[in-house]
Nanobody
Framework: QVQLVESGGGWVQAGGSLRLSCAASGIRFSISALAWFRQAPGKQRELVATISSRGLSNYADSVKGRFTISRDNAKNTVYLQMNSLKSEDTAVYYC????????WGQGTQVTVSS
């Protein structure tokens, strides 16, 4: 049974930082390409960052240079370090396979106040 549990969200002022974590179970984590997504109120879910099984990463233009995705295969956990946060980063953040094929977790709310 696949389970994705996101954590680390919260309230932060613009310019601040947060580190999100996603603990995965029920998947072959070390060979899985993973991603962080986000969904703001009234908007569709969007892809934020991806990381391959070998650790190669890609980012949406809106977060490039500010966010860093990483993974720890020993802990079956993927991270998203978010720096220089902006109000437009406010959203619920989710992790999943790049294709979004796993059941979605509950996400973690990030609120950036300007």
């Amino acid at each position: 049974q696949v389970q994705l549990v996101e954590s680390g969200g919260g309230w932060v002022q613009a310019g601040g930082s947060l580190r999100l974590s996603c603990a995965a179970s029920g998947i072959r984590f070390s060979i899985s390409a993973l991603a962080w997504f986000r969904q703001a109120p009234g908007k569709q879910r969007e892809l934020v960052a991806t990381i391959s099984s070998r650790g190669l990463s890609n980012y949406a233009d809106s977060v490039k240079g500010r966010f860093t995705i990483s993974r720890d295969n020993a802990k079956n956990t993927v991270y998203l370090q978010m720096n220089s946060l902006k109000s437009e980063d406010t959203a619920v953040y989710y992790c999943n396979a790049i294709s979004g094929t796993y059941p979605w977790g509950q996400g973690t709310q990030v609120t950036v106040s300007s």
